[in-house]
């Protein structure tokens, strides 16, 4: 299994919400180095909100959040912006700025925060595309002149631009069909393999979570009701967990 004991992101005591509502009521999760934890939970649930405030782009009501030993928050903004480029994210729907390239797209984070020449800026989009399994062609296409396969590989290029050290991955395979789900989740452990990236991937997806995931945790009612490899949610006598990891479609899956 991969990963290691090193806690690179800590969550504790999380409180998250929006006027009267709580959202995550009290979550604790750790994220190892080097490992794909896939994150579940019921739909609504808040893995969004925990991924967004993990990202400093929610507030949280009281809790901890540690990124490489740095706690969000109380840290400055030099601090933030240094954390900044060691992630890199695949918002749901690659969320691509449409007037912009895909080259241009893979440049928005280079030219946010690296001060490089045009030249060196193409060099890198053209090593991105590649790496993701895109043709130089698709370096000069909007994105609405990409399929949906193509999207996600294009955001997760633009996410990979600062060559971070996490990953974070909002419903990477929503939206594409089983064959293209299966390359992009093998792209994603190849990468994940071959730049030793820790993967933090929210995910409905149970071909996923069989395949690539080293180990998987569980949001229910604003709290982790479990955390484990694939057979600990197996074994889990949840209901929730039951239901989603033994039900009709994970049998379909073969995964019960
Ligand atoms: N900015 C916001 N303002 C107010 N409410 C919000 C905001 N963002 C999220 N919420 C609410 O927080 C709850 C959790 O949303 P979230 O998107 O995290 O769910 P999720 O678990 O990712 O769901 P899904 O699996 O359906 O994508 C929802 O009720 C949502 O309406």
Same mark, same amino acid.
């Given at each position: 299994?991969?990963?290691?004991?090193?806690?690179?992101?800590?969550?504790?005591?999380?409180?998250?919400?929006?006027g009267?509502?709580?959202?995550?009521?009290?979550?604790?999760?750790?994220?190892?180095?080097?490992?794909i934890?896939?994150?579940?939970?019921?739909s609504?649930?808040?893995?969004?909100?925990?991924?967004?405030?993990?990202?400093?782009?929610?507030?949280?009501?009281s809790?901890?959040?540690?990124?490489?030993g740095?706690?969000?928050?109380?840290?400055?903004?030099?601090q933030?912006?240094?954390?900044?480029?060691?992630?890199?994210?695949?918002?749901?729907?690659?969320?691509?700025?449409?007037?912009?390239?895909?080259?241009?797209?893979?440049?928005?984070?280079? *030219?946010?925060? /690296?001060k490089?020449?045009?030249? @060196?800026?193409?060099? %890198?989009? $053209?090593?991105?595309?590649?790496?993701? !399994? +895109?043709?130089?062609?698709a370096?000069?296409?909007?994105p609405?002149?990409?399929?949906?396969?193509?999207?996600? *590989?294009?955001? /997760?290029?633009?996410?990979?631009? @600062?060559?971070?050290? %996490?990953? $974070?991955?909002?419903?990477?395979?929503? !939206? +594409?069909?089983?064959?293209?789900?299966t390359?992009?989740?093998?792209?994603?452990?190849?990468?994940?393999?071959?730049?030793?990236?820790?993967?933090?991937?929210?995910?409905?997806?149970?071909?996923?979570?069989?395949?690539?995931?080293?180990?998987?945790?569980?949001?229910?009612?604003?709290?982790?009701?479990?955390?484990?490899p694939?057979?600990?949610?197996?074994?889990?006598?949840?209901?929730?967990?039951?239901?989603?990891?033994?039900?009709?479609?994970?049998?379909?899956?073969?995964?019960?």
């Amino acid at each position: 299994m991969r990963g290691s004991n090193e806690t690179v992101i800590r969550v504790r005591g999380l409180e998250v919400g929006f006027g009267e509502t709580l959202v995550l009521k009290g979550v604790d999760l750790d994220v190892w180095r080097g490992e794909i934890l896939g994150f579940v939970g019921t739909s609504g649930g808040g893995k969004s909100v925990l991924m967004r405030t993990i990202l400093g782009l929610l507030p949280k009501r009281s809790g901890l959040v540690e990124v490489c030993g740095i706690e969000l928050g109380s840290c400055s903004r030099a601090q933030h912006r240094r954390l900044e480029q060691r992630w890199g994210v695949l918002f749901q729907n690659g969320a691509l700025f449409s007037s912009l390239t895909v080259k241009q797209n893979i440049q928005v984070p280079i *030219r946010e925060y /690296l001060k490089v020449s045009q030249q @060196l800026m193409d060099e %890198i989009a $053209f090593a991105k595309l590649e790496m993701v !399994g +895109l043709s130089v062609d698709a370096a000069d296409k909007f994105p609405s002149e990409l399929s949906g396969g193509m999207v996600k *590989r294009a955001a /997760l290029a633009r996410a990979l631009a @600062l060559d971070p050290d %996490i990953l $974070f991955l909002d419903e990477p395979t929503s !939206g +594409l069909d089983p064959i293209r789900a299966t390359e992009f989740d093998e792209l994603i452990t190849t990468l994940q393999r071959t730049l030793g990236l820790t993967v933090f991937m929210v995910t409905h997806d149970l071909d996923s979570l069989h395949d690539s995931c080293d180990r998987i945790a569980a949001l229910a009612d604003g709290r982790i009701i479990a955390e484990g490899p694939i057979e600990t949610m197996l074994a889990s006598e949840h209901p929730w967990l039951k239901a989603y990891f033994r039900g009709k479609r994970a049998r379909a899956a073969g995964i019960a």
